[in-house]
């Protein structure tokens, strides 16, 4: 049950799911006005004020993104999650923009309707209760909580969880799949972890290690039927500026933007930063490790005093021999000096790719083609753009250890594959978990 009673409004003309939304909330502590006739809704909002707002998009006498306008200029404070049997990524980017607090599509999966109005309501840490009992005898799961694994770090001292102030949305086109989709960022409380699911909000998977499904020429997780691809580039953003806690919501694949991270950097810096009370522990390297070290390829982490990356690349004219050391002095550092770094690919490769069934995204806006004499599409950021953006990534692919590390990486020609494989190594040696397989693959990547 909930401390304090809230109200919930539901606008819906479907009777069965207008109905069964109201007995499952109303077993669940909740106050539930459901009226039948939608022409009500607005003098409920003003006379009930509900903690929440259900509002169907689809209903046969009202446009319900045009109520939620009315709504938002009416009652700027009300939180409205908005509900659609024929959503998709632009219906939930439109809505999120105009001020709803969540977009869930149909058919409703009840445990992910009521961790989202919790999130609403400000009651996310909803414990394990008889409640749940009652969501089986509707139909519905249990709902999977945002929790993170349980690395527990060997720092002294932790630094500050943190998370987005408000929600914001971003589109695009998915590099390998082609579709066009985007993400939806949305706040989450302390201890929560960063996790992606789709608009169904049914599923989760957290960016973490564990979940990690492949890293061929990108890094992709995959957890109870829910697949996120390239996620590398928003997580390198998330975890310079110390976000933690944070649910995003996409449509299979992370839009690929520019081919860099810069975008994701100013969508952060959109939303504000959300400094929480929690803290999170530092995995402080001690010791070397290693992947590699044939003379080809090697990455090693090592002691130091804060976090370091130092990348050596080699490849045939124009490309040739670049290396770059960052050190990272916070968020500023990155969004200068490595955000901006594009993805990269040899025209020689495409064709390749394509018979793959990837790049099915690639643009000329979207990465740096090099053919075997030249830039052929775009003017370069940096000289050293190219080993900058392997930077990136593998800023990216530590943030999925769920802690801030210090240490020092050092990387020659390597890609995603042995960024996995040296974090299940420090998942193993700091945080007293078995490390699984590695995940083979190409080394370095045709496609950065």
């Known amino acids: ?78 939180r409205v999650i908005m509900i659609s049997g024929h959503g ?22 009840l445990d992910g309707l009521l961790a989202t109005i919790e999130r609403a309501c400000g009651d996310a840490r909803r414990e394990v209760s008889a409640g749940e009992e009652r969501l089986h005898a ?39 799949s082609g579709v066009s989709t985007g993400v939806i960022l949305h706040p989450l409380p302390e201890d929560s972890g960063i996790h992606f699911g789709g608009i169904s909000a049914d599923a989760t998977v957290p960016a973490h ?27 390198a953003a998330l975890h310079s500026y110390g976000i933690t806690n944070l649910l995003i919501k996409m449509y299979g694949e992370i839009p690929i933007m520019d081919g860099s991270a810069i975008e994701f950097c100013r969508l952060i810096e959109e939303a504000g930063v959300e400094e929480q009370q929690g ?11 290693r992947v590699g070290g044939d003379g080809e390829d090697e990455i090693i982490i090592e002691p130091a005093d804060g976090f370091t990356v130092r990348y050596r690349l080699q490849y045939p004219s124009p490309v040739g021999t670049q290396e770059f050391t960052y050190v990272y002095k916070g968020a500023d550092s990155f969004r200068d000096q490595i955000a901006p770094a594009r993805t990269f690919g040899f025209l020689r490769d495409f064709e390749r790719l394509e018979r793959l069934g990837l790049i099915k995204g690639g643009r000329l806006g979207n990465c740096i083609l090099i053919d075997d004499e030249k830039v052929i599409n775009t003017v370069l950021r940096f000289e050293d753009e190219f080993v900058r953006h392997k930077i990136l990534d593998i800023v990216g692919d530590f943030s999925l250890i769920g802690r801030p590390v210090r240490g020092r990486v050092t990387a020659k020609m390597t890609g995603h594959a042995d960024n996995i494989a040296l974090l299940r190594q420090v998942a193993e040696t700091y945080c007293g978990l078995g490390a699984k397989d590695s995940y083979p693959g190409p080394s370095p990547s045709p496609l950065a």
């Open 1 to 78: 049950m909930q401390s304090a009673q809230r109200t919930v409004l539901v606008v819906d003309d479907e009777d069965v799911i207008r109905e069964t939304v109201r007995e499952i909330l109303t077993d669940e502590g909740y106050r539930v006005i459901a009226p039948l006739d939608g022409s009500e809704v607005m003098d409920l909002v003003s006379k009930e004020a509900p903690d929440v707002i259900l509002l169907d998009v689809w209903m046969p006498e009202m446009d319900g993104i045009v109520l939620l306008r009315r709504i938002r200029r009416e009652h700027p404070e009300a």
């Open 209 to 235: 290690l564990d979940y990690v499904r492949s890293t061929d020429f990108a890094t992709s997780l995959q957890r109870d039927g829910v697949v996120v691809g390239t996620v590398e580039h928003l997580l």
């Open 279 to 289: 803290k999170r522990p530092e995995i402080v390297i001690d010791r070397t490790l």
């Open 88 to 109: 998709s990524i632009h219906t939930a980017v439109t809505a999120t923009k105009l001020g709803a607090f969540d977009f869930i599509e149909k058919p409703l999966s």
């Open 138 to 176: 509707h139909g519905g799961g249990v709902g999977q909580p945002f929790v993170q694994s349980g690395f527990h770090g060997n720092g002294d001292s932790g630094v500050p969880q943190k998370t987005l102030r408000k929600s914001v949305v971003a589109c695009g086109l998915g590099l390998h």
